[in-house]
């Protein structure tokens, strides 16, 4: 009968808070190992213990705010969720999670978590192991199965020291303990197997009695050679009794179908029946052993990888063959070789072998090998996918390869894609071990990243052509907008070396007037580059001093998970001259297409104004007698709009040369004269109409600077006021009045008329050229335009009101402000 005694010293109160030291320093390394295989800065252990949970393990990473031994209230954390739910918790990312929002850790900015209840033996709730990121985190699945593993591998340790607690209560109850336990229990004396558990013979896939019945010295066929020399030096040493021992190791097993496996060994010298003993508890750990070295080949392809992007003025040859080489050491082979495949021509261009072949494997006369020709080594080609052959030489179909190849045992090729076509293929050979499914993925992964960043440096060479060889200035900045680079054109350009902008944002330039530097900063203030019109166009000044239009196109870039952006600037200068020079073609062209329109309009209504009043008086020659009054008038009046007519065409002429500034002349000029002309001619042309003009004055000189436009200027006022007049009497007052605007002495002119007045939305409007809409379609002269003109013409100014306040019917009232001379 088993004698489980001599776990009898072994035992410690542990679910009542105590825990041994040794063991919390297996579980440090535990911690530890975990941050830095899932790549995180903090890994914890906790125990709870209410309303309190502690900090048992906490791993020695640089950014891991919390510390072995920290103990804190229940409050909110991840972890109470956890323990609450008895279940895994996986958060990607806490701060998008309102339930969270409250939650100490995100203070911390902990925002991703990923934890493990661990239990008691009894099902009870002894705190957690879990994962915590600075980062959104999703958590791989190998990650997930790793934390599980030294979940298991903790809970064993509780298990173990329950089992130590409770060895004095019942023998029965240890041997049930130890027989379920999940770590294989071996115990060794006289160098023979005194006990095993179930587990450790199903692990080694062995009954208990094949084990208990090795020969001395035999199970150490159970121990792979790599292990071996640990295994024959610390047994014994456990047997007698040492205490220099080893008390924890990983080793590699041998099972009996000859299948490896990895396990976490813990080992120490016990009392077993009187006498010293070697005890091991071992628990498989090989799924996280696969983990760990698929996370460091990972780690070794992307460090690779980065040297790789970063290697310098170097051949595209040297590149490949950098990568070839990285790919034996990546899959653990000797030899390794990269061809390109013509698939128009179906033949292999032998391209490049790894440093140690001895031999190259081909002649400069014989660089071409037919695929027909080709054995199996080309059949990833052929099936378009990896192909392994682990036993090469008796391989049936193997054909054969180029004169001179190394010999080959083992060997893998994979092929290489581009735009769905094979472009090249690689393969290695002679590993030690058989290639295996990882070997292949790795090798895929490494040369699909090696053949992007060799089609990026292609990319990128092409670019520094043009960028340097470029007609146009370019210029290179980050994301906060500071230059990072600029091409030949651009200094030529703004006349600042690369070395005298580099490092300076795009507004510390010294490039820019105030206006124009205020303009780029809101520009890039409002908007975001996305958002920016396709071309920029604004006036720079070089450093000579001379100003340059410039037509900016920006664009971004994106490096991986940065972003720059690229401005093309381009000299407009002799196009925005001659776009200024058309511009005002347009202008002038416009202008006398107007021009053209209002004269013709005027003449086709007023000078028939004048005609039609002719026309009228003449008709009239019939019914008077000869050598009458009426007779004398009629030809007075005929004889009087004759001369209107002239002086209209004159004007016409005259206002073509004010609004081209010909020949204007300024004399000295009394009011009241021009106006009583003006009034007596509108009174001879309307003699037919009862007419009360009224000249309302304190003024005795009224003179200014004008000419004799002015004539016209009061025609035209009065003519319209007469015109547009249904009143049976029609009343006009012009009073004159002396004011001061601005410390300076004006003339003020009212014309108030009773007509038919003006719609306040409508004042504005009868000033404009060619505009017969407001009152109607009659002739109006030069019209209220030319009166507009004229004003200014003299350096006064002119508005409208209404005769009555508030009502536009009742009439209007003209306001001209003429400058007093001084």
């Not at 925002?111 to 209840?117: C, D, K, N």
């Not at 052959?389 to 004169?403: A, I, S, T, V």
Request: charged letters at 30%; hydrophobic letters at 35%.
């Amino acid at each position: 009968m088993d004698d489980l005694s001599f776990l009898k010293n072994n035992i410690n109160d542990s679910k009542d808070g105590y825990l041994p030291k040794y063991m919390v320093l297996k579980w440090q390394n535990i911690v530890n190992l975990l941050a830095k295989l899932v790549s995180v800065p903090v890994a914890l252990i906790k125990k709870l213990d209410p309303p309190y949970i502690e900090i048992i393990c906490s791993s020695e990473s640089q950014m891991n705010p919390y510390k072995s031994g920290d103990r804190a209230k229940l409050a909110g954390q991840y972890c109470e969720e956890v323990m609450k739910q008895n279940s895994k918790l996986l958060i990607s990312n806490a701060i998008k999670e309102k339930d969270w929002e409250k939650n100490p850790d995100i203070k911390l900015k902990l925002i991703s978590y990923l934890g493990y209840p661990l239990l008691y033996p009894d099902g009870s709730i002894f705190g957690t192991i879990s994962v915590l990121d600075v980062k959104k985190n999703d958590y791989s699945t190998n990650f997930e199965n790793l934390i599980l593993q030294f979940k298991e591998l903790i809970e064993s340790h509780l298990l173990q020291l329950e089992f130590d607690n409770k060895f004095g209560e019942s023998e029965q109850n240890y041997r049930n303990i130890v027989e379920q336990s999940l770590m294989g229990i071996v115990i060794i004396q006289d160098d023979i197997i005194k006990y095993t558990n179930q587990k450790m013979a199903d692990m080694l896939e062995y009954s208990k009695d094949e084990v208990l019945n090795w020969e001395p010295n035999e199970f150490y066929k159970a121990v792979c050679p790599e292990s071996l020399e640990y295994a024959k030096d610390q047994i014994p040493k456990r047997q007698l009794g040492l205490s220099n021992t080893k008390e924890h190791n990983i080793i590699k097993m041998r099972k009996k179908s000859g299948d490896t496996y990895w396990a976490d060994s813990f080992s120490k010298s016990i009392k077993y029946q009187g006498r010293p003993a070697s005890l091991s508890l071992q628990i498989d750990i090989t799924e996280r052993k696969n983990i760990e070295e698929e996370v460091n080949l990972h780690k070794q392809r992307l460090e690779s990888l980065l040297t790789l992007s970063q290697l310098q003025n170097v051949s595209e040859k040297e590149v490949i063959r950098f990568a070839l080489e990285e790919s034996v050491k990546l899959t653990k082979s000797e030899v390794g070789y990269l061809h390109f495949f013509n698939d128009n021509q179906k033949s292999i261009d032998l391209f490049i072998w790894s440093n140690n072949v001895m031999k190259e494997c081909y002649s400069e006369d014989n660089s071409h090998y037919s695929l027909d020709k080709a054995g199996i080594w080309a059949d990833c080609i052929r099936l378009r996918k990896p192909v392994i052959h682990n036993d090469y030489q008796n391989n049936l179909n193997k054909k054969g390869y180029p004169e001179g190849h190394f010999s080959v045992k083992r060997h893998m090729s994979v092929p290489i894609f581009e735009a769905g076509k094979i472009i090249a293929i690689i393969g290695v050979g002679n590993k030690n071990l058989p290639y295996n499914e990882t070997d292949t993925h790795q090798l895929i992964l490494y040369m699909d990243n090696m053949w992007r960043i060799l089609n990026q440096k292609r990319s990128e060479k092409k670019y520094q052509v043009l960028f340097y060889g470029a007609p146009d200035g370019i210029l290179i900045t980050d994301q906060n907008l500071k230059i990072i680079d600029s091409n030949p054109a651009l200094d030529d350009l703004i006349g600042y070396k690369k070395k005298e902008i580099i490092g300076k944002t795009i507004f510390e330039l010294p490039i820019y007037e105030q206006d124009t530097l205020d303009f780029i900063k809101k520009l890039y203030n409002e908007n975001s580059i996305e958002d920016h019109p396709d071309f920029i166009e604004y006036e720079i000044i070089n450093k000579n001093g001379k100003k340059i239009w410039i037509e900016i196109q920006i664009s971004e870039i994106k490096k991986g998970e940065k972003v720059i952006y690229q401005s093309i600037i381009r000299n407009i200068s002799v196009r925005k001259e001659i776009e200024e020079k058309l511009k005002k073609s347009e202008e002038n062209y416009r202008k006398a297409y107007e021009q053209i329109n209002f004269y013709k309009d005027l003449f086709s209504h007023d000078i028939s104004n004048f005609i039609q009043v002719i026309n009228n008086a003449s008709s009239l020659f019939p019914y008077v007698k000869q050598e009458s009054n009426t007779m004398n008038e009629t030809i007075n009046r005929i004889q009087k709009n004759s001369r209107n007519a002239i002086r209209l065409i004159e004007n016409v002429r005259k206002l073509s040369n004010i609004e081209d500034n010909i020949g204007i002349t300024f004399t000295e000029i009394d009011i009241l004269n021009y106006l009583n002309e003006a009034i007596q001619q509108i009174k001879e042309n309307f003699f037919q109409n009862k007419l009360n003009i009224e000249i309302i004055t304190s003024l005795k000189s009224i003179k200014i600077h004008a000419n004799e436009f002015l004539l016209d200027l009061f025609e035209n006022l009065l003519n319209n006021a007469v015109k547009y007049n249904d009143n049976k009497i029609i009343e006009i007052t012009i009073k004159i009045s002396d004011q001061q605007k601005n410390n300076q002495r004006f003339f003020l002119m009212e014309f108030i008329d009773n007509g038919i007045g003006i719609a306040d939305n409508k004042k504005e409007l009868i000033f404009q050229k060619g505009n017969r809409t407001i009152k109607g379609g009659k002739g109006m002269g030069i019209g209220l335009s030319l009166v507009k003109t004229l004003v200014e013409l003299f350096g006064g100014k002119i508005w409208i009101k209404n005769r009555i306040k508030k009502d536009y019917s009742k009439g209007s009232n003209f306001l001209i402000l003429l400058p007093k001379i001084s």
